[in-house]
């Protein structure tokens, strides 16, 4: 069974950082694709960032050079690092991973990032 677990979220002042963690189990790892989408209430989901197998990593235009995307294959986990942090950055933010070989998509239970102004 493929889990997903968020953590990192919480409250932080407009201009500070958070670190958001996603672990993966029940599934080979390293050769997946990976990415963060958060939703804010009353918008739709929407892509922050990606990271393929290979380590070639996509960013939505409203969070680059501030947020990174990164992975520890050996510990199943990609990170996001979200420097200067702004108040429309509040959202749930959600973990995808896409398994390669299966084209399987799962989804973590998300995390709360809350900024404050």
């Known amino acids: 069974q493929v889990r997903l677990v968020e953590s990192g979220g919480g409250l932080v002042q407009a201009g500070g950082s958070l670190r958001l963690s996603c672990a993966a189990s029940?599934?080979?790892?390293?050769?997946?694709?990976v990415g963060w989408y958060r939703q804010a209430p009353g918008k739709q989901r929407e892509l922050v960032a990606t990271?393929?197998?290979?380590?070639?990593?996509n960013y939505a235009d409203s969070v680059k050079g501030r947020f990174t995307i990164s992975r520890d294959n050996a510990k199943k986990t990609v990170y996001l690092q979200m420097n200067s942090l702004k108040p429309e950055d509040t959202a749930v933010y959600y973990c995808?991973?896409?398994?390669?070989?299966?084209?399987?998509?799962?989804w973590g239970q998300g995390t709360q990032v809350t900024v404050s102004s």
């Open positions: 995808k991973m896409v398994v390669v070989i299966t084209s399987i998509t799962y």
């Open positions: 029940g599934s080979i790892f390293r050769t997946n694709d």
């Open positions: 990271i393929t197998g290979g380590g070639s990593t």
